[in-house]
């Protein structure tokens, strides 16, 4: 199996040498270049940013939540749909105040 390596310099005169090939460098050139590596790095992020990184987001996203809310640190509740949501502090506390019982007062 044959290793191969391309060499671009850029001279001081403005031309581009791929190995024994001279392009001239100008304004046209340097446009088709940019935007095509530009186009290909695009589809390339689309075609892999599309297959996995999303189902691993929600995978992510869930597994944390599940940890959370196992550990107590968040409470969370399942609507009607499937879907987790985590229910704001100030229920919690409001929900904690009105269920609290009234503790009894010592008589000095």
């Known amino acids: 199996m044959t290793n191969f390596i391309l060499c671009v310099t850029i001279r001081h005169d403005k031309k581009l040498s791929l190995d024994g090939i001279n392009i001239n460098m100008d304004a046209i050139t340097h446009t088709l270049i940019s935007v095509s590596s530009l186009l290909a790095f695009f589809l ?3 075609f892999f940013g599309k297959r996995k990184w999303t189902e691993i987001s929600d995978e992510v996203v869930s597994f944390t939540l599940n940890m959370l809310e196992r ?3 968040i ?3 399942t609507d009607k749909f499937g879907e987790k949501e985590i229910i704001p502090i100030s229920e ?3 929900e904690t105040l009105k269920n ?3 503790t ?5």
């Open 44 to 46: 390339a992020g689309e």
């Open 71 to 73: 550990d107590g640190l």
């Open 100 to 102: 609290a019982k009234p």
């Open 92 to 94: 919690i506390v409001a």
């Open 75 to 77: 409470r969370t509740e």
């Open 104 to 108: 009894p007062q010592p008589k000095l």
